[in-house]
């Protein structure tokens, strides 16, 4: 090969200026045959300590039953290492696919269309207020805290880079998303958009009340709609039907590993007046030079590589293969499962909230209805400790609101879902117990 | 297309009756919620699982992918998946972990993270790099924000607003610079095809922000130049960027630190053989310079017991981690969780399948490879810049145009037509009619030689019936498709029929 | 064949140099053992990974399959292979098992056989079953052995030397019995189908050692008449044995014990959802009447705390177990350890999710999708039988032959092109021209009517132009094939270029 | 549906006689929703106590490496859910994998041919034997007992069934074949065959010394060759340079699970004299209508569905996908990995012969040289109890060889493969240690 190239060495070919060849030994993970890898991997996996916990985190990431099927295709060599289907004629399977995961979303959601995918539910978030930025040409947003706070932190960075300004709502004491004072908040017609989670970090359902959406844009804004759990789309009034105009979330809950934070999978939907604004990849129908149905990428004009500082985003790699296994689990549930799972998730949380708040001085922090994580309010003032005490009996209790609220340090959000068991709760609530006593908590 | 191959929507093959039992029958859910709360129906189709099966194995046998055949696509380094990362990402302990337990349950997680980022510190000479972008466009706006903090830091927020890329650029420079309010300024490449050290010097000013810029570039050529433009680039304050990525034609080879990047990114799921899955996830690390650690965005897994004087690798087991939130200087967060885990795991374990020596073997062989397939079809298509290339190389089919109608996206479907994936067309934008081809370390020569025959093949038959190529692709699933229908009537989902 | 889908031998494509590393390099193997000992060379090719991904992922795409495709072959049993099955299969614990551990530390794998087998034992009214063979047609061996052990045992060794197999039977039926020394006489079916009570009366005597028959029989017909038959087969004192490969049709539905038999063997790899994989691993549990349960082959579960009354399944939680070894009677044992484990836990697995109630409605779903298609095909093609049958039926082309030259092999190559897997051409022998057509329960009425559609279309282009259908198949990788040269010039291997 | 078949009700299709229709309730196991089975079957699982435990067990199954790629391949559907490919033109691809299986076998044993597998290696032993009972009209055959003891068990279960003799050759003190006797023996031209198997079952080299073949065959008795650790066809003299006329064995070793015993995969070859003896499944290469090159079972008459009770065998079902997991194993090795693996097998085994020799009371209990397991002699008499002890600390110490040679039951089979690390070994040591001391052996 050398030969027909015309080098005399391999080192001829490629050869690097003096100025910047490299004069330091490389430190870089030492090569390993296989059979070794998989021990020193196997060694990481041991050094992992969560594995056997009893657990009832979620807040924006969700354990669920994925039945094996999903995986069996999902992994299957020719979608895992096909690149973007800029070839169309040799893509069809996976331009389908991703047309399926598509309408997926736009019927689950009850929106017109929806997108190809995005990072995550946080990044959607910030791509989401961005086109409603571009539509409405205004440069703040008001976001109700009880939004996710990483979402909002996001949002927040995003936003520094476009210099807008990120206003807050507050929260009720039922939980939910306090709207007393949103039309004085709207009246001078600043905000693109007024975003709204449900349900909220606090679990609680937060739609907009009916009326509600109608009023906000009268002034011009816009409703944006975060899904932070996917599953409960297949119980919940659909965003499209409390108003919303871009529906942005997370779709991990369907079939996608929690593999300690990602890949995930962030979804945008929205009306089709906002089409042309959507981020990122869409694949359409249209016909081959023959008359027969085929799928090819299209709208291309909104995307980074036709049209450069001029694009929608500057998205190009997107979750592709994590919207397939959403598309797959989504196939294979179909709407029996996910309601069946949707109500496995409603009545393990509520056997949850039961369970615990009949313990002496646990309360529930908040009133509204839930879908599947509540907060609770521990005694002794200190989630944090509660926690803790917990983890010692292999116990991850929840999550410690105090981490983004401040005034929630005493609140923990639990969650249960379909794969949460009697088994769990029982020793849940024996450990709770205990440390009630032993901390003498009242 | 034999009738075995025929695929209708997966909602049209559903059917009620035809759920799965995955769960037990649960009670309906206004025994839970109020009925205005809940949705009306739910129109999503019961599909049986071996419909889902049969739908989702005909779809997968109709996407070509690196797996079935060869995969040239210039910029996007298709080389081939190690089935043992993915193996590794898919241990429980480490796919089931949930990203919100406290840190001292995932101490063998953060050990991954923390091995990766030091190997990435001493494989491209940064002073740290964060994991937490997930894709290479991610990572640059992460860098450009980075970048707008640093300045707002020393008081040049207001007089540092331009951003300058060269012409040879991906899309994604421009498009990220503009999510951070710079203003965009493309250079001109030289005769020789690079960024000349005059024309930088011309561009920039005390207005530079950052100058974006890759090494090998996007024809495929080192950037020799690239000290004294990043020595100018510093004289007059500006930042220097580096996109990642071209890096698997750099390591071993070369180290952007040492080249005087500032900021700078790398595509795992290029350089790292992480899946592109058709089309993500990625995994977007971006790495920095000393002075502008502060400003990575957070969460940075720190060493907590033992803090090492080297900056590159070293064994972490008696090390202990933990995710640092706490940074006064750092942008923000840039995702939901952490960072795109599954694939750290899948780049770590990469990096120790083949460690410094056989990393840099990888970098020489993707070189090799390319200028191979340069070397065997230069007589028979223009290649603008004939010199050796790094992992790529871009050819143009203007004279074959001119002489034939035959255009670049006519020859990639031609190749479809014989079992190989098209080229990049199209990009990089300075050369017309491009095709950018990249053909990675992982391939063999037989396979080359298959692929140099195809391409010789057809631009001889371009010359003698350039109908047959302009015609092209005829063997599969389906053959050119009307782009102007499916931008003008949008199509871009399923409809339940109406009742 | 478009040129991407060619796969060359493996070892064809394979070159030194291209190793893969799996292992540190080994010490030469003369460092351990003498060179005598040593083998010369070994003539293997050195793949990359990459290489032989493709390779495989190639081949499997080349390869006709239920994930792909309906699969109609009749006594087959071609079912959707649920995949929660193979997961349960590959569950760490239980797929990295050595047999040789003691049994204390088995305690959950000896859980899933005992299970297991007391689910078969009420489900087909056996009263043992042993999971020993390792398919069909080792079960019969294994069933014909325990016969032949039963007669010596009490002394009618010598003069019980004969097997009586219907002319409908399976070619694995006459072929065990040989295998066990005994004569094999066929028995002719009636006018209805079946084996007529007053045939078989004729045919048996006091040297029958066992009467072979399945019900369903191969023709899909129910033996109406099997208790006389097997009462009438006891009267002389000989044995009957009941061929499950036709179990799919039984299920929650009769009993072969209650029908009166003696023995019996199931096919896992039918009934019970357990994946062909090409030909195999299969799995054939044997059944036996209580009079035979001493002359099982070991090593058979047995539980050794909680003894319980009840002959079928119930929870093993608090129970422990041994496998036994030590069985007097015993025929011995069929294979190097116990069972085709895996295939327990795959079988178990299917168990659990279908209960008795899914498993009868199983057989019901069976047998109606098998009339369903006769019903629908009748007035094109002759159904020698034209009545309900069960869970498969037999067709014959003999007229349509007659009147065009279309065999049924013709028609089953037809159906190849048009995306349905040929039915099982020429058995039973006794139906001239015969297709054997078997749905399983699995198949929604969408594909069950584009299966009828395609064989009507083939019918009536059988009448119209018989020689499109009998050039068939045309859309598939390869055409028919010289079977002849194949058998009298064997290439069964490739071998090394001389050097 | 049922209209159209012209039945009034399910029922009525598939109604039986009265006399044999269900009287009693079935009790099976119970239906669970699949989040629900996972869990039962995870209880299985978690009954299965040997998990975690260092292993030195062998003797016909072992533990080796496989590379996640082969199962990655192995599992995909249209491998996992084919039937036997008796229609050719859409089966190319399996029938090439098998053609390559043959190969592999055909080159690995140095034999001509060689099938498309059998059930395992038991199986294979007792059907090569029916083969060369075929083929020298005799119906006897005369077995080394250092050929695997469930071998020899098998062999004789279906001896019964054919009415042959099944005589033994003794071992001599080194732990070979006793072959002192062998020319007495053959003299009157009884036997079939002489079966050897090589590693035997006390893990030592057991070819046939050079000359000794001709000696055997001249009394027109054939060479049977049993391979029970397939690995070691990739270091050892080849069964074809030792005199072999039929090579059976068991090819578990290539990347088949352990699985509690199966399913594995028997392999017959032998030399072009008795390829139309050979038992199962053969795929052929020729050529289709068009002249292209294409692969075929073939040679069908040898079988039971064309040939019935004058088949060469009963086999119908056979193990075709382990074979392909075999295959698969094979092309990625390659005579490089495979090199390596058994040059890390015999250093393993080595170390753990050293280690545990070096221990007082232990010794060597045969002196022939060995592949990756051997006989060590342990003090105080019973191997059944040192096993026992070393269990208690969590280790499989071997196989105890007493099990099926009561002369032995001082004796245990201990196995090292390239698994075997230095801190399992040194776990044993200091077990073993332990269990010398406690027990007071000297
Ligand atoms: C040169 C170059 N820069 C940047 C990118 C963007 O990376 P990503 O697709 O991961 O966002 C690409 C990817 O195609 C590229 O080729
Ligand atoms: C009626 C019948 N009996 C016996 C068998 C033999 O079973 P196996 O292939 O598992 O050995 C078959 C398999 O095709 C069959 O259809």
């Known amino acids: 090969m050398l030969r027909l190239i015309g080098a005399s060495s391999l080192d001829e070919l490629v050869k690097v200026p003096d100025a910047v060849a490299i004069k330091v030994p490389l430190e870089v993970a030492p090569a390993l045959p296989e059979s070794e890898l998989t021990q020193r991997f196997a060694s990481f996996a041991a050094r992992v300590g969560a594995t056997d916990y009893i657990s009832f985190l979620g807040a924006g990431a969700y354990r669920h039953y994925v039945p094996p099927v999903i995986a069996t295709l999902a992994m299957r060599g020719e979608f895992l290492t096909a690149y973007t289907p800029y070839q169309a004629e040799v893509s069809q399977g996976y331009l389908q696919a991703i047309y399926e995961w598509q309408s ?50 996001v949002l927040q960075t995003y936003a520094d880079g476009l210099d807008l300004d990120v206003d807050e709502l507050p929260y009720a004491a039922e939980g939910t998303t306090d709207l007393s004072s949103i039309e004085a908040a709207l009246a001078d017609q600043r905000y693109a958009a007024v975003v709204l989670q449900t349900p909220n970090m606090f679990g609680a359902l937060d739609a907009l009340p009916s009326g509600m959406a109608e009023k906000i844009k009268a002034t011009g804004t816009l409703v944006i709609g975060v899904i932070a759990e996917a599953l409960s789309l297949a119980a919940l009034a659909t965003p499209a039907s409390w108003g919303v105009d871009i529906a942005v979330g997370e779709g991990q809950s369907f079939g996608v590993s929690l593999a300690y934070g990602g890949p995930y999978v962030g979804f945008i939907a929205c009306t089709t007046e906002h089409l042309r604004r959507i981020p990122g990849r869409l694949v359409g129908k249209s016909l081959d030079k023959d008359g027969n149905e085929a799928y090819v990428l299209t709208l291309q004009a909104r995307e980074q590589h036709i049209r450069r500082e001029k694009a929608t985003s500057n998205i190009c790699t997107n979750q592709a293969h994590c919207a397939l296994v959403a598309t797959i689990y989504l196939a294979a549930m179909g709407k029996t499962g996910l309601r069946n799972c949707a109500s496995a ?45 917990l983890q ?41 117990q205990e440390v009630r006593s032993l901390a003498g908590v009242r | 297309m034999p009738a075995f191959a025929e695929t209708p929507l997966i909602f049209d093959i559903g059917q009620d009756g035809r759920a799965n039992n995955y769960f037990a029958e649960g009670a309906p859910l206004s025994d839970f919620l109020p009925k205005e709360a809940l949705r009306d129906e739910l129109p999503l189709p019961d599909n049986s699982e071996l419909d889902v099966v049969r739908h989702f194995t005909r779809l997968s046998q109709k996407t070509f992918s690196i797996d079935t055949n060869f995969y040239p696509l210039g910029s996007c380094t298709m080389k081939y998946n190690p089935r043992v990362n993915d193996a590794m990402a898919n241990l429980p302990a480490l796919r089931d972990l949930h990203p919100l337990v406290p840190d001292e349950l995932a101490q063998g997680a953060l050990a991954v993270m923390w091995e990766l980022e030091k190997s990435l510190v001493s494989l491209f000479g940064m002073a740290a790099f964060s994991l937490n972008p997930a894709a290479g466009a991610h990572a640059e706006l992460t860098a450009l924000l980075i970048a707008k903090k640093y300045f707002k830091k020393y008081g040049q927020a207001l007089t540092r607003t331009t951003v300058i890329v060269p012409d ?6 421009p498009a990220s610079a503009a999510m951070v309010g710079f203003k965009v300024v493309s250079l001109k490449s030289d005769a020789r095809g690079r960024v000349s050290v005059e024309e930088i010097k011309k561009a920039i000013g005390p207005d530079t922000a950052v100058v974006m810029m890759t090494n090998p570039n996007t024809l495929g050529l080192y950037e020799d130049q690239i000290k004294e433009i990043t020595d100018a680039v510093h004289d007059v304050g500006g930042l220097m960027y580096y996109d990642g990525a071209n890096a698997n034609a750099l390591m071993g080879n070369s180290r952007p630190g040492d080249m005087g990047f500032d900021l700078m990114h790398l595509n795992l799921h290029k350089t790292f053989s992480i899946p592109h899955g058709g089309g993500g996830a990625g995994a977007g690390p971006v790495g920095v310079a000393r002075h502008l650690v502060p400003f990575l965005p957070t969460p940075v897994v720190r060493a907590t017991n033992i803090v090492s004087e080297h900056e590159g690798w070293r064994p972490s087991d008696e090390m202990t981690f933990a995710l640092d939130f706490n940074r006064e200087d750092s942008i923000g967060t840039m995702r939901s969780f952490w960072s795109n885990f599954a694939h750290m795991v899948r780049a770590l374990s990469y990096t120790y399948a083949n460690g410094a020596e056989g990393l840099t073997m990888v970098s020489k062989l993707a070189i090799l490879n390319a200028n191979y397939i340069r070397a065997s079809v230069k007589d028979l298509i223009e290649i603008p810049y004939d010199e050796y290339n790094r992992h790529e190389f871009v050819a143009s089919a203007q004279a074959l145009k001119r002489e034939t109608g035959v255009r670049a996206l006519d020859i990639g479907k031609a190749l479809l037509d014989r079992g190989y994936h098209a080229p990049t067309v199209y990009f990089p934008l300075l050369v017309p009619e491009c095709l950018m081809i990249e053909p990675t370390e992982t391939e063999s020569k037989e396979t080359l030689d298959g692929f140099i025959a195809a391409f010789r093949e057809i631009l001889t038959a371009a010359r003698e019936n350039p109908q047959s190529i302009m015609d092209a692709p005829i063997n599969t699933a389906v053959k050119r498709i009307d782009e102007t229908r499916a931008a003008r009537q949008p199509d871009l989902r399923w409809r339940p029929a109406p009742k």
Chains 1, 4 share one sequence.
């Open chain 2, 168 to 173: 040879t650029a991906h899309g994604t420079n």
């Open chain 1, 392 to 432: 010692k009996q292999g116990i991850l209790g929840g999550v410690d609101l105090g981490r983004w609220y401040p005034e929630l340090e005493d609140t923990i959000l639990m969650t249960a879902t379909e794969v949460t068991t009697d088994a769990d709760i029982k020793q849940l609530v024996a450990a709770l």
């Open chain 1, 104 to 153: 997926y979303i736009a019927l689950l959601t009850g929106m017109d269309v929806a997108n190809a995918s995005v990072y995550d539910g946080a990044t959607a978030l910030a791509e989401g207020t961005i086109m409603a930025v571009n539509a409405t040409g205004r440069k703040a947003v008001l976001v109700s805290r009880a939004v996710h706070p990483n979402y909002r932190a």
């Open chain 1, 345 to 389: 998730n409603l009545k393990r949380s509520r056997e949850l909230e039961k369970a615990v708040t009949a313990i002496d001085g646990f309360t529930k922090r908040f009133s509204a209805p839930f879908f599947n994580e509540f907060a609770v309010r521990v005694p002794g003032g200190s989630a944090g400790s509660v926690l803790k005490a």
